[in-house]
């Protein structure tokens, strides 16, 4: 055959295959999510084979590990007792509270570290929303927006005074990376960042991490506050609000089915872009490997792999000390 161009000539050796390929996978770009909880037992965490819920010290020990593989990033995700749950979720501004005193011990210890927490009330709503909950007249439950928005700001001053890198508020609220910015700047914290969930839908998806942390809302869903899985369009204005807000880097969650989400924000702005791989979609890579019929690193960096190519710069993973060990 006669052809002048032919494809697989770069494919040819490893040496060439590494000189073409467009997008890679570093150790910068992980994220690693942890939950931990106040009791003094590492705990295995059913809806997450392979995850645990550490007490303090253990998790201060993973850190250990964790920094050592060369990871600089994880986001906290605390358990909160039942009997420090309230309406108010007014644990969740408490300076001596379990996210501060991480915190500040983690920054102790690493201070390189990037630490990110979680701005939203479910883990500390005795409803299990993300924001403040009322019965309107006609029985049904409404998440009240402007009002949650000023308890997350005491929730994100709190986290900048214990030594916070970043915020991250994943509540989906309205207006909140604004008001959290200006919260953040009038109290003298205008280094710290926000990293804001833009485009988060309302995603089945999620049921292991509610499972995690005990969160699952107790009536109701979350979806007159969190995207509907339908659209795209809507992520972009999403987008436009938090720029003008002031947000430092956008998420959009999950990100297995929305990598078409992630391309569309990566042409609309030129702020960095974070996916979260979330607990659902961590869940079935482990429990297709499990039965053997997958090669759990190969599928594991292939996923990831395709998130970073659909244009995010970083990724939220629960698989982030397998993928370092794996590409050290
Ligand atoms: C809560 C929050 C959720 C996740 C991160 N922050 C759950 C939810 O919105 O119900 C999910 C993460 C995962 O599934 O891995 N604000």
């Not at 999510?33 to 997450?48: G, L, N, W, Y």
């Not at 050592?68 to 108010?88: C, T, W």
């Not at 214990?162 to 003298?188: H, N, Q, T």
Request: contains cysteine; aromatic residues 6%.
């Amino acid at each position: 055959m006669e052809m002048m161009v032919r494809a697989r000539r770069n494919r040819r050796s490893a040496a060439i295959r590494g000189l073409v390929r467009e997008t890679r996978l570093a150790v910068e770009d992980l994220i690693l999510p942890m939950f931990f909880h106040a009791d003094a037992e590492d705990v295995a965490i059913d809806s997450m084979p392979g995850c645990t819920r550490w007490s303090v010290q253990g998790l201060l020990k993973e850190i250990m590990e964790v920094h050592d593989l060369g990871i600089r990033a994880v986001v906290l995700f605390p358990k909160i007792e039942d009997s420090l749950k309230n309406p108010q979720g007014s644990e969740s501004a408490n300076d001596h509270g379990l996210v501060p005193h991480l915190i500040r011990e983690i920054k102790k210890r690493y201070p390189e570290m990037c630490v990110i927490t979680d701005v939203a009330l479910d883990p500390y709503n005795s409803d299990g929303h993300d924001g403040l909950v009322v019965r309107g007249c006609d029985g049904e439950l409404k998440i009240l927006n402007d009002e949650t928005v000023e308890v997350l700001c005491r929730q994100a001053l709190c986290h900048a005074r214990a030594g916070a890198d970043i915020v991250a508020p994943s509540d989906m609220m309205d207006g909140r990376v604004g008001a959290i910015r200006i919260a953040l700047d009038e109290a003298g914290f205008e280094e710290v960042g926000i990293m804001s969930y833009t485009a988060k839908y309302a995603s089945a998806f999620y049921g292991p991490f509610r499972g995690a942390l005990d969160s699952a809302p107790k009536e109701g869903d979350k979806k007159t506050y969190q995207m509907d899985p339908g659209n795209v369009r809507e992520a972009i204005r999403e987008l436009l609000m938090d720029e003008e807000e002031g947000a430092d880097i956008v998420m959009v969650k999950p990100a297995g089915a929305y990598l078409d989400v992630i391309a569309r924000l990566r042409d609309e702005t030129t702020l960095p872009i974070a996916a979260y791989q979330v607990s659902g979609e961590y869940l079935m890579i482990k429990a297709a490997c499990a039965s053997g019929w997958l090669d759990e690193k190969a599928v594991v960096l292939e996923s990831l792999l395709g998130i970073r190519r659909a244009g995010a710069d970083m990724i939220l993973t629960y698989f982030a000390k397998d993928v370092a060990r794996w590409i050290r």
